[in-house]
C-alpha cells in the first residue's frame, strides 16, 4: 500500500511539472509566465509549510521541536517568495538589487541544521532542551553574522554587484552543503521512520542545491526569469520536501527515538560554538591587516565583530550558567542517591541480622518453654502447701515470679522472631497514638516530664496490627523518657503528618541524645544499665515497622535529643472505606 501511495505520488507529482513545463515554453518571458511561476511556488510552498505545521501540532517532545523548526525555516521561504510575488506580479516591476529577501532566504536554511541536529531519534534528557535551544540561537546569530561580515557591506555599505552576488552565492552554497551533510549523517545513523524521513530530506535538500545553482547561473548569464524552465527542480524540490513531511503521518511507522550509542555527536555542538568564537578575533585581524576594501566597509565589517562577540559571549555565559545549574542539580541527585543506597544498605543488613538472629531465638524460645511451663506448675503447686511457713512461701512466690517474667521475656522473642504473622487491619493512627501517649501520662506523673502529641486532621488509615503498632510506638516513648528522665527532664513530641502517600510519626525528645545512631536498631545493643531492658526492645520495633511495609530511621536533633521517625503507606480512601464496610 506504502509502495501505490509513492507511486500515485511521483506520478501526479510528474505530470503536474510536464503541464508546468508546457506552459512555460508556451508563455516565454512574458508577466503572464511571471504570474504562473511565482504564485505555484508560492502555493506549492505554503502547502509544505501548512504540512510540516500540522506534524507539529500532532506530535509530542522532540518530534514536535523538531517539525516546528521545519516549519520556521518553511515559512521564512513562504516569505522570500511572497515577496518576490509581491514585486513582480502585484506591482509588476522586476525584483530590486539589492533585494531585502535575500537575507530571508539566506537565514531559511538555519532552523532546518537546528531540527537536524536536535536529533530527534535519539533520547535525550528533558534538561538538555534548554542547550539545544541555546545551540540554534547561536547557529542562527552566527550565520546572521557571516552575512554582515561577507555579504551586507558589498550590498548596502558600498554597492558593488559583482562581489556581493558573487560572495552571496558561494556562501549559500556552502550553507546547503552544510545542510546535506548533517541530513546525510543523520540518515545514516537513524533507524526505522526517522531514517526514511531524513532520506527523503536530503534527496529533496540535494535537488534543491542543485536547481538553486542552477538557477544562480542563468541569473548570471542573464537568462533567468520567473516561470523558466529553470523552476523545474526548484518544484520537484519542494515537492519532495511536502511528501517527506506526508512520510512522518504514515501508519505503521516507529517514530520512538532510541538511546544514543555514542557520545562523540554530543560534544560536537560545543567544539562548533568554540570554533565560532575563535573565528571572530581572527576575521578581525585579516579586516585590520589585510582585507583591501575601502574604511567604511572594513569599519563596518569590525562593528560587526564586535557586536557578535558581545552578543556570543553573552550567549556562551547563560550557557555555562545553565550547565552550572544542571551540574548542580547532578550532584544534589548523586548526594540523594548515596544516601540513599546507604539507607538501602543498612537495612539489608538489618533485615538479614534480623532473620538470623530470628531463626536462632526462635528455636531457643521453643525449648526454653517446656522447663519454664513445669517450673510454673510445681511453683503453683508447692504454694498451695499448708505446710510451708512464711519464708518458704515468700521464696515459691519469688520463684513464681521470676518464672512468669521469663515467659513474657520468651513471648517477646517470639513475638521478635515473628514465627506467627498477626492480622492487620485498617488502623486510626491519630487515635493509636494517643492511647500511647496517655499510657505513658501515668508514668511521668510527677516528674519533670512533659509530653505533647500533635496530629493533622482527617489522615487517612493504615493496614496494621493494632497490638504490634502500639508495642512499637510504646517502645519508642518508654525509651524517650527514660532518657529524659536521665537528664532531669524535659519534653517529648509525638506528632503525626500525611506527605503524599505516606503517614509520618515523628517522635522527638528533649534528652541527650543517641550515643551510636547506626547501633541503635542492633539485637542486644543498649544504653541502659544492667538489669533494665533487653536490647531487643528497638530491634522488634525495626521488625514491626519492616512487616508493615514502612521504614524506621533515627538521628540526633541538632540542638538537643534525639529524633525517631516511623513511615508507613497510607490506604487509599476507596481501599478503606470497602475494608470497613
Same mark, same amino acid.
Given at each position: 500500500?506504502e509502495?501505490l501511495?509513492?507511486?500515485w505520488?511521483a506520478a501526479g507529482?510528474?505530470a503536474?511539472l510536464f503541464?508546468?513545463?508546457?506552459?512555460?515554453?508556451?508563455?516565454?518571458?512574458?508577466?503572464q509566465a511571471?504570474?504562473v511561476g511565482d504564485v505555484?511556488a508560492?502555493?506549492?510552498?505554503s502547502v509544505t509549510?501548512v !504540512?510540516?505545521?500540522i506534524?507539529a501540532?500532532?506530535l509530542q517532545?522532540q518530534?514536535?521541536?523538531f517539525?516546528?523548526l521545519m516549519?520556521?525555516?518553511?515559512?521564512?521561504?513562504?516569505?522570500n517568495q511572497?515577496?518576490w510575488?509581491?514585486?513582480e506580479?502585484?506591482l509588476?516591476?522586476p525584483i530590486?538589487d539589492?533585494?531585502?529577501?535575500?537575507?530571508?532566504?539566506?537565514?531559511?536554511?538555519v532552523?532546518?541544521?537546528?531540527?537536524?541536529?536536535?536529533?530527534p531519534?535519539?533520547?535525550?534528557?528533558e534538561h538538555?532542551?534548554?542547550f539545544?535551544?541555546?545551540?540554534?540561537?547561536?547557529?542562527?546569530l552566527?550565520?546572521? $553574522?557571516?552575512y554582515?561580515f561577507?555579504? @551586507?557591506?558589498d550590498?548596502y555599505i558600498?554597492m558593488?554587484?559583482?562581489a556581493?552576488?558573487r560572495s552571496?552565492?558561494?556562501l549559500?552554497?556552502?550553507?546547503n552543503?552544510l545542510l546535506l551533510a +548533517?541530513?546525510?549523517?543523520a540518515?545514516?545513523r537513524?533507524?526505522?521512520g526517522?531514517r526514511?524521513v531524513?532520506?527523503n530530506?536530503?534527496?529533496a535538500?540535494?535537488?534543491y542545491?542543485?536547481?538553486?545553482?542552477?538557477?544562480?547561473?542563468a541569473i548570471t548569464r542573464?537568462?533567468?526569469?520567473?516561470g523558466s524552465l529553470?523552476?523545474?527542480?526548484f518544484l520537484?524540490?519542494i515537492?519532495?520536501?511536502l511528501?517527506?513531511t506526508?512520510?512522518?503521518?504514515?501508519?505503521g511507522?516507529?517514530?520512538e527515538?532510541?538511546?544514543?550509542a555514542?557520545?562523540?555527536?554530543?560534544r560536537?555542538?560545543?567544539r562548533? !560554538?568554540m570554533v565560532?568564537m575563535?573565528?571572530?578575533?581572527?576575521?578581525g585581524?585579516w579586516?585590520?591587516? @589585510?582585507?583591501?576594501?575601502?574604511?567604511?566597509?572594513?569599519?563596518?565589517r569590525?562593528?560587526?565583530?564586535?557586536?557578535?562577540?558581545?552578543?556570543?559571549?553573552? $550567549?556562551v555565559f547563560?550557557k555555562? @550558567?545553565?550547565?552550572?545549574r544542571?551540574?548542580?542539580?547532578?550532584l544534589?541527585?548523586s548526594?540523594?542517591?548515596?544516601?540513599n543506597?546507604q539507607?538501602?544498605?543498612?537495612?539489608?543488613?538489618q533485615?538479614e541480622?534480623l532473620?538470623?538472629l530470628g531463626q536462632?531465638?526462635?528455636?531457643?524460645?521453643?525449648?526454653?518453654?517446656?522447663?519454664?511451663?513445669?517450673?510454673?506448675?510445681y511453683?503453683?503447686?508447692?504454694?498451695?502447701?499448708?505446710t510451708l511457713d512464711?519464708s518458704q &512461701?515468700?521464696m515459691?512466690?519469688?520463684i513464681?515470679?521470676?518464672?512468669?517474667?521469663?515467659?513474657d521475656? +520468651?513471648?517477646d522473642l517470639?513475638?521478635?522472631?515473628?514465627?506467627a504473622?498477626?492480622?492487620k487491619s485498617p488502623l486510626?493512627l491519630?487515635?493509636?497514638?494517643q492511647?500511647?501517649?496517655h499510657?505513658?501520662m501515668i508514668k511521668?506523673?510527677?516528674k519533670k516530664i512533659?509530653?505533647?502529641?500533635v496530629?493533622?486532621p482527617n489522615l487517612?488509615r493504615v493496614?496494621?496490627n493494632?497490638?504490634?503498632l502500639f508495642?512499637a510506638?510504646?517502645q519508642?516513648?518508654?525509651?524517650a523518657?527514660?532518657?529524659?528522665e536521665?537528664d532531669?527532664g524535659?519534653k517529648?513530641v509525638v506528632?503525626?503528618t500525611?506527605?503524599?502517600?505516606?503517614?509520618?510519626?515523628?517522635?522527638?525528645?528533649?534528652?541527650?541524645?543517641?550515643?551510636?545512631?547506626k547501633r541503635?536498631?542492633d539485637? $542486644?545493643?543498649t544504653t541502659k544499665?544492667?538489669?533494665?531492658?533487653t536490647g531487643?526492645?528497638?530491634?522488634?520495633?525495626?521488625?514491626v515497622?519492616?512487616?508493615h511495609g514502612?521504614q524506621?530511621?533515627?538521628?540526633?536533633?541538632?540542638d538537643?535529643g534525639a529524633v525517631?521517625?516511623? &513511615?508507613?503507606p497510607?490506604l487509599?480512601a476507596?481501599?478503606a472505606?470497602?475494608?470497613n464496610?
Amino acid at each position: 500500500m506504502e509502495g501505490l501511495k509513492r507511486h500515485w505520488w511521483a506520478a501526479g507529482t510528474g505530470a503536474l511539472l510536464f503541464a508546468y513545463a508546457v506552459v512555460s515554453m508556451w508563455l516565454g518571458n512574458s508577466q503572464q509566465a511571471f504570474v504562473v511561476g511565482d504564485v505555484t511556488a508560492l502555493a506549492w510552498m505554503s502547502v509544505t509549510a501548512v !504540512a510540516m505545521v500540522i506534524n507539529a501540532k500532532r506530535l509530542q517532545g522532540q518530534a514536535r521541536l523538531f517539525w516546528s523548526l521545519m516549519a520556521s525555516g518553511f515559512m521564512l521561504w513562504v516569505i522570500n517568495q511572497g515577496l518576490w510575488t509581491w514585486y513582480e506580479v502585484l506591482l509588476r516591476k522586476p525584483i530590486p538589487d539589492p533585494f531585502i529577501g535575500d537575507v530571508i532566504l539566506f537565514v531559511h536554511l538555519v532552523p532546518f541544521m537546528a531540527a537536524v541536529a536536535l536529533r530527534p531519534h535519539r533520547r535525550r534528557d528533558e534538561h538538555k532542551l534548554y542547550f539545544s535551544t541555546l545551540s540554534f540561537l547561536m547557529l542562527l546569530l552566527w550565520w546572521v $553574522f557571516l552575512y554582515a561580515f561577507i555579504i @551586507f557591506p558589498d550590498e548596502y555599505i558600498s554597492m558593488n554587484v559583482e562581489a556581493y552576488s558573487r560572495s552571496y552565492d558561494l556562501l549559500y552554497l556552502t550553507e546547503n552543503l552544510l545542510l546535506l551533510a +548533517v541530513l546525510g549523517s543523520a540518515s545514516v545513523r537513524a533507524q526505522k521512520g526517522w531514517r526514511r524521513v531524513y532520506w527523503n530530506l536530503f534527496l529533496a535538500s540535494s535537488l534543491y542545491t542543485l536547481g538553486s545553482e542552477s538557477m544562480n547561473a542563468a541569473i548570471t548569464r542573464g537568462q533567468y526569469y520567473s516561470g523558466s524552465l529553470y523552476d523545474i527542480p526548484f518544484l520537484a524540490s519542494i515537492s519532495w520536501f511536502l511528501w517527506a513531511t506526508l512520510v512522518a503521518r504514515a501508519p505503521g511507522q516507529d517514530f520512538e527515538p532510541v538511546p544514543a550509542a555514542k557520545r562523540g555527536l554530543q560534544r560536537l555542538a560545543p567544539r562548533l !560554538a568554540m570554533v565560532a568564537m575563535l573565528s571572530l578575533p581572527v576575521m578581525g585581524f585579516w579586516a585590520i591587516y @589585510f582585507d583591501i576594501s575601502p574604511w567604511p566597509l572594513r569599519k563596518f565589517r569590525l562593528l560587526v565583530i564586535l557586536v557578535a562577540l558581545l552578543s556570543l559571549g553573552t $550567549f556562551v555565559f547563560l550557557k555555562q @550558567f545553565l550547565l552550572d545549574r544542571e551540574l548542580i542539580r547532578l550532584l544534589d541527585d548523586s548526594n540523594n542517591s548515596f544516601e540513599n543506597l546507604q539507607r538501602l544498605q543498612t537495612q539489608v543488613v538489618q533485615q538479614e541480622k534480623l532473620a538470623s538472629l530470628g531463626q536462632l531465638v526462635s528455636g531457643a524460645a521453643h525449648e526454653i518453654n517446656n522447663p519454664l511451663t513445669a517450673i510454673l506448675g510445681y511453683s503453683e503447686l508447692l504454694s498451695s502447701q499448708a505446710t510451708l511457713d512464711e519464708s518458704q &512461701r515468700s521464696m515459691v512466690v519469688k520463684i513464681r515470679q521470676q518464672a512468669r517474667r521469663t515467659r513474657d521475656l +520468651v513471648a517477646d522473642l517470639l513475638r521478635f522472631a515473628q514465627q506467627a504473622p498477626a492480622e492487620k487491619s485498617p488502623l486510626d493512627l491519630s487515635m493509636l497514638l494517643q492511647r500511647v501517649v496517655h499510657t505513658q501520662m501515668i508514668k511521668v506523673e510527677g516528674k519533670k516530664i512533659e509530653i505533647k502529641f500533635v496530629t493533622e486532621p482527617n489522615l487517612p488509615r493504615v493496614m496494621g496490627n493494632a497490638n504490634q503498632l502500639f508495642t512499637a510506638c510504646l517502645q519508642i516513648v518508654d525509651n524517650a523518657i527514660d532518657a529524659i528522665e536521665e537528664d532531669g527532664g524535659g519534653k517529648l513530641v509525638v506528632s503525626l503528618t500525611r506527605d503524599g502517600d505516606s503517614l509520618f510519626i515523628k517522635f522527638l525528645d528533649s534528652g541527650p541524645g543517641l550515643r551510636d545512631p547506626k547501633r541503635v536498631f542492633d539485637p $542486644f545493643y543498649t544504653t541502659k544499665p544492667i538489669g533494665k531492658g533487653t536490647g531487643l526492645g528497638l530491634s522488634a520495633t525495626y521488625g514491626v515497622v519492616q512487616d508493615h511495609g514502612g521504614q524506621i530511621s533515627c538521628f540526633n536533633n541538632p540542638d538537643r535529643g534525639a529524633v525517631f521517625i516511623v &513511615r508507613l503507606p497510607a490506604l487509599p480512601a476507596m481501599t478503606a472505606a470497602a475494608t470497613n464496610a
